[in-house]
């Protein structure tokens, strides 16, 4: 599986991105997707997850204000962020993972830059 991210870009406190995370080679319909996000020498952190059935959750600090959803018709998962504040301002990665009985499949796209101005 390929990812893809994009959508990412500079936007002032208040508004709003939509970010896009494309698979490609296989069917992304049976994995667990995430997005996380990092700062410059800072660890990578969750931001929202949906499971292969729908099911999401998310950090307490975007609740109410960002989205994630999944078409799978199109391969894709989004992440709709709303009310954006400044400390929003992060690398976003999105990830696909899988785990079987025997195999664990993981996944990650390159980061997109969302920066979020006062």
């Known amino acids: 599986v390929q990812l893809q991210a994009s959508g990412g870009g500079l936007v002032q406190a208040g508004g709003s991105l939509r970010l896009s995370c494309a698979a490609s080679g296989s069917s992304i319909s049976s994995y667990n997707m995430e997005w996380y996000r990092q700062a410059p020498g800072k660890q990578r952190l969750l931001v929202e997850g949906i499971t292969s059935s729908g099911m999401t959750n998310y950090v307490d600090s975007v609740k109410g204000r960002f989205t994630i959803s999944r078409d799978n018709a199109k391969n894709t998962v989004y992440l709709q962020m709303n009310s954006l504040k400044p400390e929003d301002t992060y690398l976003y990665y999105c990830?696909?993972?899988?785990?079987?009985?025997?195999?664990?499949?993981?996944?990650w796209g390159q980061g997109t830059q969302v920066t979020v101005s006062s």
């Open positions: 990830r696909a993972h899988l785990r079987t009985e025997f195999y664990e499949y993981d996944y």
